[in-house]
């Protein structure tokens, strides 16, 4: 039998969810900054994406074409990019003791597909059970602003680029989409905290980093202080 005895500690998984616009790639690389100087190895992925396979599904979704097929191959794409995804980045660095930060997880897909798209609780049920099993958040940082903040921070980010498949989309899916995240995040208190992102970044920043010591304490496992 092999000697674990030395094994690394689980690396912890925080995933950023959020609507358009809510500042989910800035605030992720500011707390891989963070955890870095205090000492914890961590890496930075997306969704859908993150793996070879799953970028060329992520590809095929934000150009528009899954949307012609419906909500429920939609999912199924999406489920396709999490289980490479999943068993090809996150799990095998979890196993190493890294702390994994994702863009988006499966919170994305109940909120796009399920509450807007009106895929069935049962297909989503299923597709979860296939692709993640037990895996889940240690935390998820919901990333909450306006629509119309949201959708005007994302115009000026693409300045003369096309929008994407869901940037396209109009006030009243934004809208959907955000009472959909704070619904997750209601049933699910003891995982979700919900942030303020329409402050500046400092502030979004230091909420999240308050977020994380107190759920997970990184300070204590790595005995840091905290970096200023």
């Not at 358009?20 to 800035?26: D, M, W």
């Not at 799953?54 to 909500?71: C, D, N, Q, T």
């Not at 498949?165 to 979700?192: K, T, W, Y």
């Amino acid at each position: 039998m092999a000697d674990t005895s030395m094994s690394p500690p689980r690396g912890r998984f925080i995933s950023f969810e959020g609507g358009e616009g809510a500042g989910k790639s800035t605030q992720i690389r500011l707390l891989a900054d963070r955890l870095d100087t205090a000492g914890t190895r961590v890496i930075v992925t997306r969704e859908p994406g993150g793996s070879p396979g799953a970028e060329i599904i992520r590809h095929v979704v934000l150009s528009g074409v899954g949307k012609m097929f419906g909500p429920e191959a939609e999912t199924l794409l999406f489920a396709a990019a999490r289980d490479d995804h999943v068993h090809s980045v996150i799990a095998p660095a979890l196993e190493q003791g890294i702390w994994v930060l994702c863009d988006r997880f499966s919170d994305s897909t109940r909120a796009y597909q399920g509450r807007l798209g009106n895929v069935s609780p049962e297909l989503m049920n299923a597709m979860e059970r296939v692709t993640i099993g037990r895996l889940k958040p240690d935390l998820t940082v919901m990333l909450d602003l306006p629509v119309e903040i949201g959708m005007a921070r994302a115009m000026a980010r693409r300045g003369n680029d096309a929008p994407d498949r869901f940037e396209s989309e109009g006030v009243d899916f934004h809208q959907g989409l955000r009472d959909a995240f704070r619904q997750i995040a209601a049933d699910d208190p003891d995982r979700c905290v919900v942030i303020d992102a329409s402050r500046d970044v400092k502030s979004v920043a230091s909420a999240v980093w308050l977020a994380v010591l107190k759920r997970l304490d990184p300070l204590v496992e790595n005995n840091q202080t905290a970096p200023a």
